[in-house]
């Protein structure tokens, strides 16, 4: 069956780095087009970041451009999100998430998510 | 950005009710080249992540209930549960794939009356 596995979420205190990970199983990961979403606490949800299958297209919420890097690993099922200068309103639980197509980004596999604490 | 924005915050529904959760595009998603809507709802549940319901507006994702209906085109969208199940309280999120950033509704929290 389908499962993605997010991990490399904690307490990380502003200013920091922290890298998340997201290993794929039960479909075709390297033609999967993927997503990181996150929600803050108590809050709605907020897309992030794009990656498409070949890594050839990525796209950044502004909330995050310059400072977080998507990237994937296709020969090991893998997403990852590289998170810099970390500021309190990163807090969030951070999903990964497959976009059906590349030209449609509804999400039909999530994670369960890995929760990211960004204080001092 | 697309604003998306959905009516009401939270909503109480005996069992065995229908339940009309309403979404706003601050702008159309409706694409002209193919007359599709781009436009869908999630259900999530406390402590779990979203799984999709609808997308396309009104085209229900597979293995989900026939009670979930979506409608609407344009700018204004609607999530009708035809008869509220208990299983079915959850917030309900709306989420446009127009256009990039892709943006979902605030939420609307359905619980049990």
């Known amino acids: 069956q389908v499962q993605l596995v997010e991990s490399g979420g904690g307490l990380v205190k502003p200013g920091g780095s922290l890298r998340l990970s997201c290993a794929a199983s039960?479909?075709?990961?390297?033609?999967?087009?993927m997503s990181w979403i996150r929600q803050a606490p108590g809050k709605g949800l907020e897309w992030i970041s794009y990656?498409?299958?070949?890594?050839?297209?990525?796209y950044y919420a502004d909330s995050v451009k310059g400072r977080f890097t998507i990237s994937r690993d296709n020969a090991k099922n893998s997403l990852y999100l590289q998170m810099n200068s970390l500021r309190a309103e990163d807090t969030a639980v951070y999903y990964c998430?497959?976009?059906?197509?590349?030209?449609?980004?509804?999400?039909?596999?999530w994670g369960q998510g890995t929760l990211v604490t960004v204080s001092s | 950005d697309i604003v998306m924005t959905q009516s009401p915050d939270s909503l109480a529904v005996s069992l065995g009710e229908r339940a009309t959760i309403n979404c706003k595009s601050s702008?159309?998603?409706?694409?002209?080249?193919?007359?599709?809507?781009?436009l869908g709802w999630y259900q999530q549940k406390p402590g779990q992540p979203p799984k999709l319901l609808i997308y396309?507006?009104?085209t229900r994702e597979s293995g989900v209930p026939d009670r979930f209906s979506g409608s609407g085109s344009g700018t204004d969208f609607t999530l009708t549960i035809s008869s509220l199940q208990a299983e079915d309280v959850a917030v309900y999120y709306c989420?446009?794939?127009?256009?990039?950033?892709?943006?979902f509704g605030q939420g609307t929290r359905l619980e049990i009356k």
């Open positions: 989420q446009q794939y127009y256009s990039i950033p892709v943006t």
């Open positions: 990656i498409a299958s070949s890594g050839s297209a990525i």
């Open positions: 998430a497959r976009a059906r197509y590349s030209s449609s980004w509804y999400f039909d596999y």
């Open positions: 039960g479909f075709t990961f390297s033609d999967s087009y």
């Open positions: 702008q159309s998603v409706l694409y002209s080249s193919n007359n599709k809507n781009f």
């Open positions: 396309w507006a009104s």
